[in-house]
């Protein structure tokens, strides 16, 4: 595969701990660059995170968790694809992060687990040669775009399924997430749809 020539596929080095999960499909057929954060519902720990995919009767899984007091757990190494957002075609290319949040709406998370997703994000950019993350708003165009070498993705759960996954909460800072990211990786923002100081919490978009 052309891609592995150029990049060689790691694991965070933000990972506190490790609970790996037997659900997942082996290496990628495709590179990396969408990542898709889910809302977990419950305010759980980086373990109870992990322990939630461990069993094989599950049939679900995620690359990294993030605790609600913002810890890592690994839970299927980076280069494989997970069993996340009900999409062979998006998990095949994305990363996928499960955060500890509410377990109702608007699934709101910690601080700690927001800083923690923006620092991970920065990571997964810069492990794969990405210097900005976008974020569309927008099912069509993001899954139409072809993104540049350079150039990452958000998604979320809720274009592929009937869920209100990663929750509002999430889903209205996602262009503050994509400013932020790439503001550390040194790149432009201008071409993400929101404004960091933009945040609408009226939308209310789907419900489970
Ligand atoms: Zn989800």
């Given amino acids: 595969m052309e891609y592995e020539r150029v990049i060689t596929m790691s694991n965070s080095s933000l990972v506190n701990c490790t609970v790996k999960s037997p ?48 810890r890592v757990v690994l839970c299927v190494d980076e280069a494989n694809r997970s069993w996340c957002s009900s999409s062979n075609a998006n998990d095949q ?8 949040s509410d377990m109702t709406h608007p699934y709101a998370m910690t601080d700690a687990v927001y800083e923690k ?10 492990r ?8 569309f708003g927008d099912k069509d165009k993001s899954l139409n775009y ?4 350079n150039e990452m993705i958000l998604t979320v759960h809720r274009w592929f399924a009937n869920k209100s996954c990663p929750g509002d909460w999430l889903y209205s800072r996602l262009g503050n997430l994509a400013n932020r990211v790439t503001a550390q990786l040194g790149g432009s923002t201008t071409d993400s749809v929101q404004k960091p100081t933009k945040l609408d919490f009226t939308k209310s978009t789907s419900v489970i």
């Fill in 23 to 70: 659900n997942h499909s082996g290496a990628r057929t495709h590179s990396i660059d969408r990542i898709t954060p889910h809302c977990v519902v419950g305010q759980l720990s980086a373990e109870s995170i992990g322990g939630c995919f461990d069993s094989s009767n599950v049939q679900a899984s995620c690359n990294y968790g993030i605790g609600s007091d913002g």
């Fill in 117 to 126: 997703l923006v620092a991970l994000c920065v990571d997964i950019c810069r």
């Fill in 128 to 135: 794969n040669g990405k210097t900005k993350l976008l974020w």
């Fill in 93 to 100: 290319r994305a990363v996928t992060i499960e955060c500890a």
């Fill in 146 to 149: 072809s993104p540049k070498s």
